[in-house]
């Protein structure tokens, strides 16, 4: 039975389903769309995200960056997908599975971010419901955890649409922006 890793590398067009999206792996042919979407997005972005570092939008850092998930993907710690809108294939947004962890543990984190263009019409909540089934259908995970900071309530009202629990409070829990910012903490245990 090949695992999960060798079915990504031998079938390239491998895609996670949602309802109105589908995910997968990022590509280099995406490095233009992915960039006119952050661009066009980035005074919606960077408040919730670490600070933009110059040229981070350049194809040689998109480059640098599919080198990292590409390690990321051989050691099984990390998941990066890509959205696009069924309708039309527009890259909307990405998800990434990541601190995956094996042993007593078997969790992972989610993290995700939306093109401006597209938010608040269904498109998020559908591709992290489908990372969601990858993680505990796919992987086999048994906990997921998702963070995000107090006064982002639109991503606190998606992890509850998909299934996850408020679970605490990280005060300086990541560095957004250049600041150290708080966090509430969520997180989604698989059903038995």
């Given amino acids: 039975m090949p695992t999960l890793l060798q079915l990504f590398r031998s079938r390239p067009g491998l895609k996670l389903q949602g309802n109105g999206v589908y995910l997968r792996p990022p590509r280099l042919s995406d490095h233009r769309d992915w960039a006119d979407l952050r661009r066009r997005s980035r005074s919606f972005l960077e408040p919730w995200e670490p600070t933009w570092q110059e040229g981070d939008l350049g194809r040689s ?15 099984g710690e990390a998941w990066p997908f890509f959205v696009f809108r069924k309708s039309d294939d527009a890259l909307i947004g ?29 498109h998020m909540s559908d591709a992290v419901s489908a990372v969601v089934r990858f993680a505990f259908d796919g992987l086999g995970l048994h906990r997921l955890e998702a963070a995000c900071m107090p006064e982002n309530t639109p991503s606190a009202a998606l992890l509850l649409k998909c299934g996850f629990s408020e679970e605490g409070y990280a005060p300086a829990y990541l560095k ?17």
């Fill in 61 to 75: 850092a998109f480059r640098a960056r599919l080198g990292a998930y590409a390690r990321e993907l051989e050691t």
């Fill in 176 to 192: 957004i922006n250049g600041e150290w910012r708080d966090h509430r903490l969520f997180g989604l245990v698989a059903r038995s």
């Fill in 94 to 122: 990405a998800v990434r599975l990541f601190h995956v962890r094996r042993g007593v543990s078997l969790s992972g984190t989610i993290g995700y971010w939306l093109g401006q263009p597209y938010v608040r019409q269904g």
